[in-house]
């Protein structure tokens, strides 16, 4: 065999080879397997990366997960920053309430390194940033965190949302009822949820049929959960999402109750990631 041809064959045998890799690297890792019901990464897939992160959304999305959660606060200077608490502290290296720091400040803070170092320099990112990346990749679960904090809040949201013509990926859900009330009014067609506290044995029918007059999803923490309120939800035309257990025992209940989505740190239950926690 000549050197021409030699050369050849390490080419081809080469070229193989990464064309492999490339297709193993960009085959989606579709784990989630819940009998139907619908998997939402909470927080991203929070277990793995820095909670609501780009990293964390997209691990979720390798995941395989349906919906991602993220939630939200306002900056200073009126934008949608997505981050769980109201203050930096938990998650950054800074100190302070988001509402006191405007995009470029909270731009220079790290989000990454209180979790592992390995995600040191992460940045924080606006929600206009993930529905940038993620809207029509996997559906998004977006709450609003105090809105009382933040008067005219949902009005923002909705402006953000009403540039995107097909909402039916999207659904925006909180704590707070009459802010959800409010989010209804502004955009009809968009689906909303209520996060229900832990006094859920006062959720009476006539709650029940208020609620799901405007509310698509009421969501509760699995442990708070019971088969009358599920059934009553069901039989309005309301659904129910649980969430953030890693407790088995409490997802096979709730399965058994028959809801319709676990919103879960690890995006792909009942199945165990394979993969390692990240830890120090
Ligand atoms: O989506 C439900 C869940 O996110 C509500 O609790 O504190 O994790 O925002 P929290
Ligand atoms: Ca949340």
């Known amino acids: 065999m000549g050197d021409f041809q030699k050369k050849k064959l390490v080419f081809v045998f080469v070229s193989i080879c990464m064309l492999l890799l490339v297709g193993y690297e960009a085959r989606p890792f579709k784990a989630v397997?819940?009998?139907?019901?619908?998997?939402v990464a909470h927080r991203g897939a929070s277990n793995y990366a820095p909670e609501n992160t780009q990293s964390s959304f997209r691990k979720a999305l390798e995941l395989g997960a349906d919906f991602l959660e993220c939630d939200i606060?306002?900056?200073?200077?009126?934008?949608?920053?997505?981050?769980?608490?109201?203050?930096?502290?938990r998650t950054t290296n800074g100190s302070g309430y988001v509402k006191n720091f405007t995009l470029a400040e909270l731009k220079e803070l790290d989000a990454g390194g209180e979790f592992h170092s390995s995600f040191a320099g992460e940045k924080i990112i606006t929600l206009n940033e993930l529905l940038d990346e993620f809207y029509g990749e996997t559906g998004l679960l977006i709450e609003i965190k105090k809105p009382a904090m933040y008067p005219g809040i949902e009005e923002k949201v909705a402006v953000l949302l009403n540039e995107y013509k097909d909402l039916d990926s999207i659904i925006v859900q909180?704590?707070?009822?009459?802010?959800?009330?409010t989010m209804n009014k502004l955009l009809p067609e968009l689906e909303v949820a209520l996060l229900m506290k832990p006094s859920i044995q006062s959720l009476s029918l006539q709650k029940i049929i208020d609620l799901t007059s405007f509310a698509t999803y009421i969501n509760f923490n699995v442990s708070y959960v019971n088969q009358r309120v599920i059934d009553q939800i069901h039989n309005q035309g309301g659904k129910v999402l649980v969430w953030s257990t890693k407790d088995q025992g409490w997802v096979n209940k709730a399965y058994q109750y028959g809801v319709d989505g676990i919103i879960t740190d690890f995006s792909i239950w009942p199945v165990e990631s394979p993969?390692?926690?990240?830890?120090?």
């Open 33 to 39: 397997d819940i009998n139907g019901m619908i998997s």
């Open 73 to 89: 606060h306002l900056s200073k200077d009126g934008e949608l920053i997505i981050m769980h608490d109201d203050k930096v502290d």
């Open 275 to 280: 993969i390692q926690l990240v830890q120090d």
């Open 174 to 181: 909180s704590f707070d009822i009459e802010s959800m009330r």
